[in-house]
């Protein structure tokens, strides 16, 4: 699914299904007046359409709870990354000073990463780094423990620990998206519903007005799916002042 939104403008992928809604619901108008005695197709079109009602609910449902992990994801390592700020200074100068700066800009790249999450090669730099920052912080770490007290090292070590866990979350939420199947599962429930909405025997006119509100209504909340289960495309962004809060606080603290 990632791979066909890189590669087509979202935009342009939803005027495509809107294009295929109309030409479903046209198929079904011509069908029902080639072949109008397929009798009564009330009952189906409304088994079809619950189904993919359904099946809408259960992937809102999916891309809600993910949306919502990305979240607190997000206040978690904020949080995780200000408590490791402050155990910091139970290190010694001159470390404390130079793993402060370290953190500070490991904050700075972890935001800049959010703000470039739609440009792979970008994200990929920008990752790397913040992972040398992670070796960085934890070599020094390594270098100071014969120099620092057990309980200091203790819950420095667990502080960063939990920084560098938190990030490796999140790397996972953004990947954990629904699974494909579910989509094309949903687009054959919409094409075929469109087919099943224009076949009526009866009807000596086109419904261009009742079409175009069922394309429509249909292609938004597939598409307001789509924006709100991938994390980096789209409008939905998980928010991240969390981290934006901790990076002025960081900013203004020695």
């Known amino acids: ?34 072949r109008p005695e397929l009798g009564d197709v009330s009952a189906l079109q409304a088994s079809v359409l619950g189904l993919v009602a359904l099946l809408l609910a ?19 390592e904020a949080n995780a990354i200000g408590t490791l700020y402050l155990r910091l200074g139970f ?9 402060r700066a370290w953190l500070r800009r490991y904050t700075d790249l972890r935001l800049e990463g959010h703000e470039v999450a739609n440009e792979p090669a970008v994200f990929a730099k920008l990752l ?20 620092v007290e057990a309980p200091v090292l203790i819950l420095v070590t667990q502080a960063m620990n939990d920084v560098f ?7 996972a939420a953004a990947h954990n998206l629904i699974p494909t199947s579910i989509f094309v599962l949903l687009l054959v429930g919409m094409l075929g ?25 249909l292609t938004a909340v597939m598409f307001t799916l789509l924006d709100l289960d991938l994390p980096t495309r789209g409008r939905i962004r998980v928010d991240q002042e969390p981290l934006r809060s901790l990076q002025e606080r960081l900013r203004t603290q020695p």
């Open 1 to 34: 699914m990632l791979q066909i939104l890189d590669a087509i403008p979202v935009w342009l992928l939803a005027l495509m299904v809107m294009g295929l809604l109309f030409i479903c619901l046209e198929l079904g108008y011509r069908l029902s007046h080639r």
């Open 58 to 76: 259960f992937s809102f449902s999916m891309a809600a709870e993910r949306y919502s992990l990305r979240r607190a994801l997000v206040v978690k």
């Open 91 to 99: 290190l010694p100068e001159p470390s404390r000073g130079e793993t």
């Open 128 to 147: 790397q780094e913040s992972e040398s920052l992670q070796s960085e912080l934890w070599a020094r770490l390594e270098a100071l423990a014969p120099r």
């Open 165 to 171: 866990d938190v990030s490796d979350e999140r790397l």
């Open 193 to 217: 519903s469109g087919v099943l909405l224009g076949y009526r025997p009866e009807a000596h006119v086109r419904g261009f007005l009742s079409w175009f509100l069922f394309v429509v209504i």
